[in-house]
């Protein structure tokens, strides 16, 4: 069984159905970010599927200079607080140092970790020590048993809120693939005993697992020195997760894609959403 893990109002984990974590890429300002969470946030109510609301206030980590890293880490928090007191959803953001951290904490419900950081030993650490959930991305140079080392370094504060998201592993020049195999090896992590020790948590708890589905389609640094992607693969990617069994799916989601000011060729229609979770629902509904 997963172990629970409670974001806001919103619990993920303990067999429960996939919790949405979606948004833009990057904060593109104050009026977009609100009416995309309440779009979303009706198709997911309507679907019964709980959903946390995600947007970065800066892409640090991007393959160009000249391309657009958002509103910062002041402009981003007070949009995001927005969002979670008007619009009654939980958030969660990217965070990059340990500064970072200790500012994000008073806004954020859950702080994620990019997957270039994922091994950052201080970041960890310190988001660990917030004691609110902590979602790591498992680094595409990464194999997924390696996570045990990051589960250690944040389990060591004392915070079991752990999640794992798997986002692809470099394969050759300019692409990702998806080895589905690390779901599972992902998620028995907790349960394993390393150099005799054993893990906090019980025989039967696992981290919860999350599944990447717009990241996955990435081609890093493959559109003339920018990362490229190709969002057809979206869909069949985030229905096989569905049906390995994993307990949420994060998307990055835009009312116009090809305009988006990062992430234009992976991030998925707004408008589309509905249909796809729809059927992503009754996969979930049927494997659990």
Do not use: W
Not at 24 to 39: D, H, N, T
Request: glycine residues 10%; hydrophobic residues 40%; proline residues 6%.
């Amino acid at each position: 069984m997963t172990r629970t893990v409670a974001i806001g109002n919103i619990k993920m984990g303990g067999n429960r159905p996939f919790v949405l974590i979606a948004g833009p890429c990057v904060i593109e300002g104050e009026r977009e970010a609100l009416e995309v969470a309440v779009q979303i946030k009706e198709i997911a109510e309507e679907l019964k599927i709980p959903f946390v609301y995600k947007s970065s206030f800066d892409k640090a980590n991007r393959s160009s200079l000249s391309s657009p890293r958002g509103p910062g880490i002041v402009d981003g928090l007070s949009i995001l607080k927005k969002v979670k007191q008007e619009v009654g959803v939980p958030v969660i953001s990217d965070v990059h140092s340990v500064d970072e951290v200790k500012q994000a904490v008073e806004v954020l419900d859950a702080l994620q970790i990019p997957a270039f950081l994922c091994r950052q030993t201080d970041l960890l650490l310190e988001a660990g020590r917030t004691g609110k959930p902590v979602n790591v991305k498992k680094g595409q140079f990464l194999a997924p048993g390696d996570v045990i080392g990051i589960l250690e370094k944040i389990e060591s504060t004392g915070n079991l809120d752990i999640i794992l998201t798997e986002r692809g592993t470099t394969f050759g020049y300019n692409n990702l693939v998806v080895d589905f195999r690390s779901i599972p090896i992902m998620r028995s992590g907790l349960a394993k005993v390393k150099g005799g020790k054993k893990y906090p948590l019980k025989e039967d708890e696992h981290p919860a697992v999350v599944f990447d589905a717009t990241h996955s389609v990435q081609l890093p640094g493959g559109a003339n020195g920018i990362t490229g992607g190709d969002r057809r693969f979206i869909p069949p990617l985030a229905r096989a997760a569905l049906a390995v069994g994993v307990d949420g799916l994060f998307m990055e989601i835009h009312p116009d894609p090809p305009n988006a000011l990062c992430d234009a060729t992976n991030q998925f229609y707004l408008k589309d959403l509905k249909t796809l979770l729809s059927g992503l629902f009754a996969i979930d509904l049927l494997i659990k």
